[in-house]
């Protein structure tokens, strides 16, 4: 999915092809991701503010990787994990 304007791509996708995850593990890691940075867009935190969001972004697919090299498989979760993450670290 292309960035939309003002959005720097995060290179999950990039991350996620060098991993050993399988297709449907890489489908649902990036589903949750692309899921948890719309519901940070739409909060109007400024943590999705044009000078924040590669870091935003690259903080929640880091985190979303994280919990799926650790075997988590909820998607719900993944985007809960990621966005509770997010609140911690910034």
């Known amino acids: 999915m292309p960035p939309v304007s003002g959005e720097t791509a995060v290179p999950i996708a990039l991350i996620l092809a060098n991993s050993a995850f399988d297709a449907e593990t890489t489908a ?3 589903s949750a991701f692309d899921t948890a940075w719309d ?9 999705a503010a044009d ?13 979303i990787i994280e919990m799926g090299q ?3 498989r909820g998607r719900q979760r993944l985007v809960d994990d990621a966005l509770a993450h997010l609140a911690v670290a910034k």
Do not use: I
Not at 39 to 47: F, I, Y
Not at 51 to 63: C, G, I
């Open 39 to 47: 519901m940070v867009k739409k909060s109007g935190s400024p943590l």
């Open 70 to 72: 650790q075997g988590e």
């Open 51 to 63: 000078e924040n969001a590669a870091s935003t972004r690259d903080l929640l697919a880091k985190r």
């Open 28 to 30: 649902l890691l990036a």
